[in-house]
């Protein structure tokens, strides 16, 4: 036992059992000895702040071990055939899902798709691909068309509203494709008839972008080119006879899913099910298989998470990962850059676009697997906080009361008698951590 004197009085180091000095408890003795007892009670104490802390150690150890390794892009394959008017390809079909963060989707960070999971896999996935940065549904969908959201904070109808009555007159990506002789057309799960602007069953009006631009809606030659993308509940039969010849297919197609299919108000399981029977159908189509196809297919919008984002078909890069920061504008970069299409708004024309995803174009160099943000990462978040909390609650709040120490020796004035306590010596008779 070490004692040291202090201005406050005497303090009294007690090593732990092992003979060292990894959690040693510290006394003020106000002139008087302490019993056995209370160095048990410190004992028993040190031996309980050391298994807090060899736990919070182990925990720390298992959270390291879980991070993923560094995904090896494998060397991209060299592109034959002919030249060709894009740069990276000279058909795009667009899907958009609804409402998911990329690792409630990806089984290598704790999601349930196994199909997307499988896609992502087989081809290039985009692993901080970050939306517009907005929510909810409609300003991402118009920023995916015209590089804008306007200032949307909600869904409402198309020129309806200050935000919506500002994008009913913008340029679109639409005005730059015609204006390049490439064509385009739209496909919508359960709409109606062409050009629907309300909304019916699953089919919702803010989930088609271009009944938001004047110049498409109040069209009727555009009209026509938005279409249902199937005869029936569910059906993408228009959109998959299309895909059957060059001569039917469109340079830009877009398909969005009945709000069942796209995730929005069914299941990632229900969502999963219907891509695993579309894709493998658009992947083995004849435009696919003939020409130079690529499938994006991308969520509107996430939750402060990035959102799932691949591309698939014969030129896109095989089993690549990009960690590099991207958003929907950057998709919107990447046709501009492909058709050599002038820019729609700052937006767009600032941001990276997505080449290499490409057979032939250049990584960017980060590939770097997505993490789980649920379960561990909150679990984490709350309970280290919370330990500290309790531990340093622990050493501040505990007070025991201890026995009386011996009688107190009789004063020289009233022999037999015990000295009154002054002021300093009150509470002499407790036990006390101090930090």
Known sequence: MRTCLTESGSFVSIPD?????????????????????????????????????????????????????????????VLTGSAAPGAFFDYVLVIVMENHNICDLLASCGGTATYLSGLAGSYGVATKEMYCHVNPSLPNYLCLTSGSDFGCTADPGPNSTTCTKTAWGATNIVDRLEAAGLTWKGYMEDMPSSCYATDSGNYVVHHNPFMYYSDIASDAT????????????GSDATLLADLGSASTASNFMWLTPNKCN????????????????????????????????????????????????????SLAKTGYLSSFGYDHFSFLSTVEANWNLASLTPNDRDAPN???????????????????????????????????????AFLLLRRRKGTKGSPAKPGPSEPGSAKSPTRGDEGADEDEWEL
């Open 17 to 77: 059992s092992t003979g060292d000095d990894f959690a040693q408890g510290f006394y003020r003795v106000r002139g008087y000895r302490r019993n056995t007892r209370v160095l048990k009670e410190g004992g028993r104490t040190n031996r309980m702040m050391r298994a807090i802390l060899v736990a919070l150690l182990l925990l720390t150890v298992g959270v390291a071990a879980s991070t993923p390794s560094r995904r090896t892009t494998p060397a991209p394959a």
């Open 354 to 392: 997505m080449a290499e995803f490409f057979m032939g174009q250049r990584s960017r160099g980060d590939s770097t697997p997505p993490t789980a943000p649920f379960p561990l990462g909150i679990v984490l978040g709350i309970a280290i906080p919370v330990a500290a909390v309790a531990i340093v």
């Open 222 to 233: 555009r009209c026509a080119r938005d279409v249902p993308a199937g005869p029936s509940i």
């Open 262 to 313: 796209d995730m929005h108000s069914c299941s990632i399981h229900q969502g999963d099910t219907y891509m695993s029977g579309l894709v493998p159908k658009i992947l083995d189509s004849t435009l696919f298989k003939t020409t130079r196809a690529a499938l994006f297919v991308t969520y509107d919008e996430g939750y402060d998470q990035p959102v799932y984002t691949v591309w698939a078909g």
